[in-house]
């Protein structure tokens, strides 16, 4: 069995809709943006993402040896609610984490049935790797003027994997093509954006984002620096202001918890102590926020 063919049938196996790779290299246009975001101060205080930016332009730093970047695409729900889909189940990162350590597993024992010693390390948003680069040099969509990697065939609701491996990218079969960026003249997502966070194609200033004062912002607010429309964690109204999103039942790991949430009252938040919320949420994304940060956000 070649490798093309491993990796196909574990990516099915897995429940990812789509994979794909790209040779190792140093990324150029996309690196200057993200620099260009972080020189502007538009990362707030989420000072992790201004860290390891040598990485960041070059993966070989993460895997030596490394020669191809495999990427895959973790399908979730278009469920509606106060708290972002992607949120509304298992931590994605341990979730898929766990669909790629098994894939590279195999790709261990395939490798070594080509003579080739497998190296290879799995990332999904926790590491200092651009996973939407990577995914769209991958021929799996295209990034959008919200920022958002979009696959013409899966919309937006993916959270996207990542093998960095030393496997040959001519073993690997031949390479999709790249998909033209198809937002064109379209500026819906710009235009929805209430606290104008988003404010140009391809610009977000986090200091003005819902998503960012409701996750990562790391104070708690008694006067709301913006208004966060109902949102407890997470915000979505861009997403579903763009022609591309669509219904997506998504993986049931990550809406394991959407009925109970779904179906709580800012009073029942409100009512919740720290024992329920950890043994509800601990292992969830909410706990990245925190019960106080949730309900300040109310």
């Known amino acids: 069995m070649s490798i093309l063919i491993t990796i196909s049938l574990l990516s099915e196996k897995e429940g990812f809709v789509d994979w794909g790779f790209a040779p190792v290299a140093e990324i150029g246009e996309s690196y200057s943006r993200f620099s260009d975001y972080i020189s502007r101060g538009e990362n707030a205080d989420m000072g992790y993402l201004a860290r390891n930016m040598e990485k960041r332009k070059d993966p070989s730093l993460l895997v030596p040896g490394a020669r191809s970047i495999i990427c895959f695409l973790a399908p979730y729900s278009s469920i509606k609610s106060s708290v972002a889909a992607f949120a509304l189940g298992e931590d994605y990162h341990d979730v898929i984490k766990d669909k790629l350590h098994r894939i590279s597993l195999h790709l261990s024992q395939e490798c070594a049935k080509h003579g080739l010693e497998y190296q290879g390390r799995c990332f999904t948003d926790s590491a200092p790797v651009m996973e939407r680069h990577w995914a769209a040099e991958a021929g799996l969509g295209f ?3 919200n920022n958002f990697l979009i696959s013409p065939k899966y919309g937006l609701r993916t959270l996207i994997g990542v093998i ?57 607010y008694s006067a709301r620096p913006v208004e966060y429309k109902g949102q407890i964690f997470g915000c979505e109204i861009c997403l579903r202001a763009c022609p591309y999103d669509r219904e997506s039942e998504g993986w049931k790991e990550l809406r394991t918890n959407a009925e109970e949430i779904v179906s709580k009252s800012p009073q029942d938040w409100q009512d919740m102590d720290e024992k329920e919320f950890k043994e509800r949420f601990g292992d969830t994304p909410l706990s990245r926020a925190g019960l106080d940060k949730i309900k300040n956000n109310l």
């Open 143 to 145: 990034i959008g003027k």
């Open 164 to 220: 960095i491996c030393n496997i040959p990218p001519e073993w690997l079969g031949e390479r999709k093509e790249k998909i033209a960026e198809g937002c064109g003249e379209c500026r819906r997502c710009i235009d929805a954006c209430p606290e104008g966070a988003l404010y140009a194609p391809f610009r977000l200033d986090a200091r003005k984002c819902i998503s960012y004062h409701t996750i990562e912002s790391h104070e708690l």
